[in-house]
């Protein structure tokens, strides 16, 4: 309520969490930076798309996140330095959806760097520690505690047991606010991931009833959360909006969080478009043309919805091209 006409001051309390918050992202964000573009140093040919990809991705989050933090503002000195090496992000941040969260694009580089489950789940678990990155989960007894790190705790492991020298994965969106999940989950569907996946996300997304995928039984697919008490990842269960969308046994309730959050998503749908046993072998309910036409429609008309409410990007033409490609 206002006193005397002057707006209420916040209590230090939530203005010290509100000052935390923003100082976890920007750190967090110039930390990963910093960590890739040491990578980059070492292996310039292989990294190069994958260093402009995490600056473009960490830069969109930082500018949707309420504090509309800019490049310049996770950067700082350090600006002109990285600007010069990838200029494109900068250009694009604001006009162009990223494809993938920063932590997906990480365990890209980490499966390049260091190739079999095992080594990238231990060097993720040293990377975690190296870059200082905070407990991402709220305490129990403190809701406001949610700190927006840049990392996904759970990851997810996928492959073919007929081919098992082909491992896929996978991180959960990793995004704190709803607004970000969003439209990283609907940007997802219409631009990133396979066809299949898309369909069985948005069709639990738009319809009473979704239309699963069942994967033939040779699948293998296993989760990980990282604990953060004893520093490794320890397997997890399926979610059950894992277990109605894919099919996958032994679902349990958990959190909730929206359809095509989890980490089984993105691992099932690289497994799909490079798995051709998987592809041929896959059964989805009612699946049409059509009906996909029109989900993504949907799905499009939804993310240009929650794209408009954010003041950061209330400059841009909606006809503009949103979709890196
Ligand atoms: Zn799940």
Redesign the pocket.
Known sequence: MAVDGKKRQMPPGLMKIKELNKENLKTCGLQLICHVTQEFKKEQNKLRTYVTEILHSIFFLAIIHKDRLTPEDILSAQTEIVRQEFPEPFRNYKSHLPKRTPFSILLDIMQLTFGTKENIMKELCSLMKKLKFPYPLHKPANKNQRYYTLESTVICVCSNSLNTSQEYFGASLGCRTENAKSIMIYSSCINTWHEYVSYAVMSFEHQTEGDSLQFHESMQCQAYIRDWKDNIYKERQ??M??TRLFSLPKGTEQEH?PYG??A?TECLSKLLFNDQFMLENIKIRNYTTDKMNMLKHRTRERLLGKLASIPSLSNLNKDDLWFNT
Do not use: A, M, Q, R
Request: aromatic content about 12%.
């Open positions: 399926p979610c909006n894992c969080y959050n989890c089984e």
